[in-house]
């Protein structure tokens, strides 16, 4: 190891001697440089034990650091804290981590140097010493031998402190003039970062163990975990959402996300924008969910917060683990036998996975989870896409084969205009004949059989529905008052009597003992769409019974067999009694249903032309 040896001079000053063996070998070369001041001494003996009993790259002997390779604003530290400064687009919590990283992760091996090419500049090799000083938790070359020692970082974390490096050194060789001409992280071999180190970094709760969990939340962190759980929103955005962020998007409840709590430069929480633009999103809820934030909303300033600790200000994430979050594991581990030990965040992870179980797509978990671009959302959950192998292959044989059925979620999405122009090919059997399924999904299910159980009826626009679940009764009432709002606000705006908006609207739910209407008691939540459709009516010549709609948009429910359908467009042609002849188109793709309803016009005008009761003239003409 290097020392420094005291020598007095005759003129009474003392000469500081840092002297060592070339390697650390005792058959090394015996090294030496003097200094007039201890403390650069001791510097330079701590730089040496640092490099390995070597000379520090860049070190001249006798000379030091060039004097011109080392101006005081191009030294590493003032340049990379001076370089965060003028980073724009970021928070001020994210600066301050930053510098910090400068300060403790950085400084102790590249302070010393210049950032500039040359003697005493930083150089690749130093830079893959100090990517295996962290990898290894080794000191620094500036750190104090007594220093406790340093941790070792994962190579993911590696990763991201190297980002931050050459980012630095990358402003050096873009700057007017340039300092230099390369980065020296550009070559830089990184400790390899393979996909299971993702996979264990985040815990996804199966729905089951999430249930555990929650019932053992105290009852002041149940409600927050239900919206973290049902959103998958980031702490900093859940705990910021304030009554004015209860929004209703296509008629269904929603959360509008515009706000996140932040970290300012002096670590003071601060509500600021979220993470990042895309992270400005609403996000669609369910009817119970939007209820029990509404009745947590009640009484509330549009700004105050919906979720507050225990004194009354903000949750503070670390409270909220150490008295709500590990007891409740705990408990779910002694009562249910949980095994894993999920971090808050993972309820974000984990919503994230229950949606690729449901085959939701990509591109709409990651504007849901307010991710900036896809490439996050595949890096971070695409090792769980094997749920959607048999959707894969339902295209994968589609696209092989002309005659093969359009795969089940593409029809679903609306997209199946993407089909036009293929091949339509009927579909060929080969060998025995092939029993053929008839969807039966949409079919109104059975009711209870003796009609003798309790059912709670909802009157919608005059149309009674009957319901086996209260709950649902509720929810069909509350979305249908939701969805009809605008249309009964508007008819009482134009002096409507008050019987006319109240029977369009829903009424109830009423408690009966038994059913005794006709059609079925639903016992599950109908289904609903939002479908398009457009109408016309023919005379036997050809003309117009009258002049067509645009195409008429609404949400309808499953109950509503008039209106309801789940195809992206479909038609029809109907004869009507008096001789005129109908042309009706819907689905909830408007794009098709518009191609639908010339098409449907065009049958009807040729069924028209053949008419028998018509004039030949009158046809010609």
Known sequence: MAYVKDRPNKDGTTTYCVMWRKGGKASGKQESENFDDPKAASRFKELVNGHGQEWPPGWVRGQGFVAEQRRPATMFEPFALAYVDRLTGIQGDTRSKYKKEI????VPWFGPYSVEDGQGGIVRAMVQDWVNDL????????????????????????QNKHGLLSAILQSAVDAEPSLRGANPCSKTRLPRLDGAEDEE??????????AWLHDCLADDAKELGETIAETGFRWGEATALQPRDLRRRNGRPAIRVQRAWKKDEDGKSVLGPPKTRKSRRTVVITHKLDRTLRRRAKGLAPDALLFTGPEGGKWDPGTFRRLRWVPAIELAAEKYGLIKRPRIHDLRHSHASWLIAAKVPLPAIQGRLGHESITTTVDRYGHLLDALDDEVMAAVE???DPTAPLPGFLERSGLASTTDGLLNVPRQLSGLAQEIWKDASGMVQDGPEDGSETVFVVTLDGREVPFADRQDAQDVADQWNDDHADEIDAMRADGWSEEKPTRRGAIGPEEREQWT??????TRMPAREFVHSALASHEP???LSYEPHPVMSRWTWEFEHDGFTTKAAEFRIEFRPGGTTEAHARGINKAAVRRAFEQARMDALEVCSQNPNLDPVESRA
């Open 103 to 106: 300060r403790e992760n950085m």
């Open 135 to 158: 990898e290894a938790g080794r000191l620094a070359p500036m750190d104090a031998r007594d220093r406790k020692p340093r941790t070792k970082y994962a190579p993911k974390t590696v």
């Open 201 to 210: 970094e985040m815990v996804f709760l199966e729905r089951e163990e999430w």
């Open 398 to 400: 589609w696209a092989m």
């Open 517 to 522: 209407g006709g059609g079925p008691v639903w």
């Open 541 to 543: 010549d050809g003309a």
